[in-house]
């Protein structure tokens, strides 16, 4: 199986950029189609993003399209997530996923890090 770690939340103020990290550990990382998924208080977990295994194809949701990129760099079995113009509503905790199946998905991933706090201040 793999670890993951994510790193580099924190608070900002609304229309600012932050970039997340997850580091992963274990298995092969260009094995695992990789997205990013968030949770506000008191609501479901939800997608954002997914990247392929070796980062050709992308799949974000609506609500962060074009603002947030999800890359991967292999070599260094790193995640990320760049993260510009936040609103207050990007305000959640924010997961890293490993996903063993091929293409990409909205759900059932398979591994899961801790999550790292995002909060956007107006």
């Known amino acids: 199986q793999v670890q993951l770690v994510e790193s580099g939340g924190g608070l900002v103020q609304a229309g600012t950029s932050l970039r997340l990290s997850c580091a992963a550990s274990?298995?092969?990382?260009?094995?695992?189609?990789m997205g990013w998924f968030r949770q506000a208080p008191g609501k479901e977990r939800v997608f954002v993003a997914a990247i392929s295994r070796l980062g050709g194809g992308t799949l974000y949701a609506d609500s962060v399209k074009g603002r947030f990129t999800i890359s991967r760099d292999n070599a260094k079995n790193t995640l990320y997530l760049q993260m510009n113009s936040l609103k207050p509503e990007d305000t959640a905790v924010y997961y890293c996923a490993a996903d063993v199946t091929r293409g990409l998905r909205t759900m059932g991933y398979d591994y899961w890090g801790q999550g790292t706090q995002v909060t956007v201040s107006s």
């Open positions: 274990g298995r092969t990382f260009s094995n695992y189609a």
